[in-house]
């Protein structure tokens, strides 16, 4: 059974228009990440909550937000997609973030901007 | 930089062993892993290994550490189609413990 559900699989939006992207976990997990992968490149940390305290990274555009109104879901907000923001989006948690501990993976969203 | 690297492409045929590997930048990092990613799926944690390992076997996968030369190497014997994906390794950074720095990625391709 699926433990870290993305939803949805393939994502089109229209340039400039909002779109989120919604992840669930069933692991009751405290950490949530979304990582950013465009195409044949690595995964990249985008921010990511520890329990209810968020952490963007540095680098990550203010055109990217997120939520998470509970332990079991959490959302990308793309306020106004470019193209450049193509790409697919990984969702993943762990139990407590620490170094030993298994980071499980979402099957991804894949974005399209047109 | 937070660069990590790995070589792009490897082909094998199938039952050979494959190594791949990957250099890392810091020297610090606690955990390094591996994951695989199918085509069109997200990343599967195949095997990790602290920093204080130089080996960690795990059935058909072995994991070798230098850290002395910053390099990691994943080594599948027996190499099977079904192992044929994009091989990420990952360093976690010691002073920040939630946050991965992803390799480019390993195409491997088992050709029978």
């Known amino acids: 059974d699926a433990m870290v559900i993305q939803n949805p699989r393939y994502q089109v939006t229209q340039f400039g228009k909002p779109v989120t992207l919604s992840c669930s976990q069933t692991?009751?997990?405290?950490?949530m990440y979304w990582y950013q992968q465009k195409s044949s490149q690595a995964p990249k940390l985008l921010f990511h909550?520890?329990?209810?305290?968020?952490?963007n990274e540095a680098d990550t555009p203010d055109n990217f937000q997120s939520r998470r109104p509970n332990t079991s879901f959490c959302f990308l907000d793309i306020r106004s997609p470019g193209l450049g923001d193509a790409a697919m989006y990984l969702c993943?948690?762990?139990?407590?973030?620490?170094?030993?501990?298994?980071?499980?993976f979402g099957q991804g969203t894949r974005l399209t901007v047109v | 930089g937070e660069d990590v690297e790995q070589s792009l492409f490897l082909s094998v045929r199938e039952g050979d062993s494959s190594v791949i590997n990957c250099t890392y930048t810091?020297?610090?990092?606690?955990?390094l892993y591996w994951y695989k990613q199918e085509p069109g799926a997200g990343l599967q944690l195949l095997t990790y290994?602290?920093?204080?390992?130089d080996m960690k076997q795990d059935q058909r996968l072995t994991v070798l550490l230098n850290k002395k030369d910053k390099h990691l190497s994943l080594r599948i014997a027996d190499t099977q189609t079904g192992d044929s994906a994009i091989y990420f390794c990952?360093?976690?950074?010691?002073?920040?413990?939630?946050?991965?720095?992803f390799g480019t990625g390993t195409r491997l391709q088992v050709f029978p």
């Open positions: 810091d020297s610090s990092s606690t955990y």
């Open positions: 909550y520890y329990d209810k305290d968020f952490n």
């Open positions: 993943a948690t762990s139990r407590d973030g620490t170094g030993g501990t298994e980071a499980f």
């Open positions: 692991l009751n997990h405290n950490v």
């Open positions: 990952a360093e976690r950074k010691s002073y920040n413990t939630d946050k991965l720095i």
């Open positions: 290994i602290f920093s204080n390992m």
